[in-house]
């Protein structure tokens, strides 16, 4: 699956992760994989990341401090959006309904008062609009609950979320969740129901994080049960946004590509292949000029080697550039308040000299969440802007 490695050694079973957290069920045996950070910075930073708001620490989620599951932090957070839009009101929407009524209500359904010609009823058929919650937005805020409380590792947190989820299902019925029905709830979203987001992509979160099977398509598979989330995604996530709004002066491409590097020479591409396309994380533009080419990887690269292929694919994003200075940019996370700079060379072989450079940069995120929660004065955002330059460009 790609997510997590079981290795059958001599001394024992060896288990290895890479970009992922959560937990996963192998029969009696129950794996938890921690992210870096834990507890309310995690959840800042998530909160940050994908735009669920400002963080404020209720008395009912005081747990997420000690928590040891990463699935909680979500579960929670997702709780939390729920009770506010209950609190605030759930939207309602007219709804378009057949019945049968006793009273006139709506306009008379003529195709089926026709198909019912010479039968007595004390009830006419009519199509009628009424006002309901019942809308496809807070059905899957309630398939969002019943998954969440699957997932839920703490046991004061899943009895809420069930409790929540019970509020709801005597006012309307959950609708099978998946990647299409949420797609649709998100495309349903407008001006007036724009709270929703939050709730949508936390569930969305939820759900691309389960259905894990152990093989692949090659090999038979095995489902299991179990949650793992993947952190490459939130990290790249929380470096774009801190990019996009504190990078001044500079534009911020996300997954920006670049044609026309590799191309299948016309007369040599029988089988008419697409030529492949580089997509770096981000590129900082200063006006129609590359300024930076920046990769963001969820690995401990301070405690750990640099990968050959990521080396690899860096050194081609800083060979390509224009710039006088060929330089490439790993960002990865740290907690490690000693984590500076390290600088690969790529030199000429024949010459020795330095044709280009792969800077492995730390992002302290113990540092990036204080920075982020401070208050957002003019002090506090040159500070974030300072930040964000050195991460693009710091020597």
Known sequence: MGRLEVLDLTQGLELRATSWVGRVVLGD???????????????HLLRYSY?????????????????GSFQDLICQELAD??????AQGLHRDYQRTAEDLASPRGRPNIT???????????????????????????RVLLAGLHLASGVCNDRELRGRIRRLAHSLDVRMCSVRLDSSVLRQAEDAVDRRTATYRPALTLIGLLLNSLGMSLGNRHEATFPMPGFLFDMNRFF????????HDYLQGFTVRDEYQLKGVFTY????NPNHRRSPTPRPDFVVLDGQQVAAVLDAKYRGLWENNLPEYMLYQLAVYALLQDSPRHRSVILYPTIDATAVDQVITLQEPIRGSERAQVVLRPVNLLALEQLLRLPSDYRTQTRRSEFAKHLAFAS
């Open 29 to 43: 045996l129950t794996i938890t994989i921690q992210p870096k950070i834990t507890g309310a910075p995690m959840l």
């Open 236 to 243: 790249q996530a929380l470096v774009s946004r801190f990019l």
């Open 112 to 138: 089926e008062y026709v198909n019912r010609v010479g039968t007595a009823t004390a009830t006419l058929p009519y199509i009628h609009y009424p006002r309901t919650e019942a809308t496809l937005l807070n």
């Open 265 to 268: 020479a016309p007369d040599q």
């Open 81 to 86: 959006q729920v009770n506010g839009l209950m």
């Open 51 to 67: 735009g669920l708001g400002k963080l404020k620490l209720f008395q009912q989620t005081s747990f997420v401090a000690s928590s």
